[in-house]
């Protein structure tokens, strides 16, 4: 199972907005709506930002928002601001009703 | 607030074996998917594996499919894995995580802090 690909980086000012692409295949993130988002910060667990590609858990701030087209998927952080510089995941269900992760994509807020 | 606590980590030789567990609290263990994941050092996530509610059904990433054996006692609230045949390439710090469905591996809503496995002569 191949790894769903990112950008290794992307970065912007605060306030700017960024988006975070998520490239997978017909058979992951082009098969489901199951496209969840993940933060992570340096030496601690990955905290869930988005899931079913578009939906934010409760307590994540409305400035995270995810869209699919096709078989890419996006994150995009409007109004960023310096905490929200980390390292940013996407996953997808896949047919073979396992779980794939892209390679992640560090953001960094200048 | 629910609870996710991994132990079970440490220094193994390759080829040897080493069992993880993950204990679950704050939320009714069964009626969740649960699974593991790991981050090899400076690297990304990797899904490894998810067994259903019910342990009815398993699921393992090709890496580890054979090697690994995921498991759970509901009685005790506790998620395991099994893992064999261990590899350099197995080092990693490993994570369980909820699934916010019964059935399959997807939404991890909730992780636990890690526990590392280092595998090396």
């Known amino acids: 199972q191949s790894a769903l690909t990112q950008p290794a980086s992307v970065s912007g000012s605060p306030g700017q907005s960024i988006t975070i692409s998520c490239a997978g295949t017909r058979n992951d993130v082009g098969a489901y709506n199951y496209v969840s988002w993940y933060q992570q910060h340096p030496g601690k667990a990955p905290k869930l930002m988005i899931y079913e590609v578009s939906n934010r858990p409760s307590g994540v701030p409305d400035r995270f928002s995810g869209s699919k087209s096709d078989n890419t998927a996006s994150l995009t952080i409007s109004g960023l601001q310096p905490e929200d510089e980390a390292d940013y995941y996407c996953s997808s269900y896949t047919r073979r009703s396992t779980l794939v992760f892209g390679g992640g994509t560090r953001v960094t807020v200048l | 607030e629910v609870h996710l606590l991994e132990s079970g980590g440490g220094l193994v030789q390759p080829g040897g074996s080493l069992r993880l567990s993950c204990a679950a609290s704050?939320?009714?263990?069964?009626?969740?998917?649960m699974n593991w994941v790991r981050q090899a050092p400076g690297k990304g996530l990797e899904w490894v594996s998810a067994?259903?509610?019910?342990?009815?059904?398993?699921y393992y990433a090709d890496s580890v499919k054979g090697r690994f054996t995921i498991s759970r006692d509901n009685s005790k609230n506790t998620l395991y894995l099994q893992m064999n045949s261990l590899r350099v390439e197995d080092t990693a710090v490993y994570f369980c995580?909820?699934?916010?469905?019964?059935?399959?591996?997807?939404?991890?809503?909730?992780w636990g802090q890690g526990t590392l496995v280092t595998v090396s002569s």
């Open positions: 704050e939320f009714t263990f069964s009626n969740y998917a």
């Open positions: 067994i259903t509610g019910s342990a009815g059904s398993t």
């Open positions: 995580a909820r699934a916010s469905t019964v059935v399959a591996p997807r939404n991890l809503d909730y």
